[in-house]
């Protein structure tokens, strides 16, 4: 593993565990070179996930990127960062049990929307928001208005 602070190619592995939820492996690293240290995840990956854009171009899934949409959508909301990496974690492995290497993005959009659903209701207008390209006040008016007809059934 390349050093993050000064590039030295190989860096010494001082401790590893499990991470809370178990899955992902937490690795304390120290680099012999400059000193530093700093903190790697080890994640099982099933297959290697190919996202196909609306306009129908192809590229990697980037977990990274899921992570970025939800922490934009979460922002100042009292989730803890547990939950959420559960959340990204669970609709990663429905991803990749699907079956497919090739996903839709409106699928990964539409998981997202079931998970946010139930974490945290504004988190999920704030997605919907964006991801349905909301226009006006209106399509806020229309999906809270699905939200609460839903919640009466």
């Known amino acids: 593993m390349r050093c993050p602070f000064c590039g030295h190619d190989d860096t010494q592995v001082k401790d590893s565990r499990p991470s809370e ?8 690293r120290h680099c ?3 000193g530093g240290r700093f903190t790697t995840f080890e994640r099982v990956q ?3 996930l190919i996202v196909v854009k609306k306009n129908g171009r192809r590229e990697p899934f ?18 803890e960062a547990e939950r959420v990496d559960r959340m990204i974690t669970g609709i990663v492995r429905r991803l990749e049990s699907m079956g497919e290497n090739e996903v839709q993005a409106t699928t990964i959009g539409e998981l997202v929307m079931q998970a946010l659903a139930s974490l945290d209701k504004v988190a999920y207008v704030r997605f919907a928001s964006v991801y349905r390209n909301f226009r006006e ?15 009466r059934d």
């Open 32 to 34: 012999p070179a400059c």
């Open 62 to 79: 980037e977990r990274e990127k899921l992570e970025r949409s939800l922490t934009h959508a979460l922002r100042k909301r009292p989730v």
């Open 21 to 28: 939820d178990n899955s992902a492996i937490r690795r304390r």
């Open 46 to 48: 099933l297959r290697e």
């Open 137 to 151: 006040t209106k399509d806020f008016e229309v999906l809270i208005g699905e939200m609460e007809g839903g919640d």
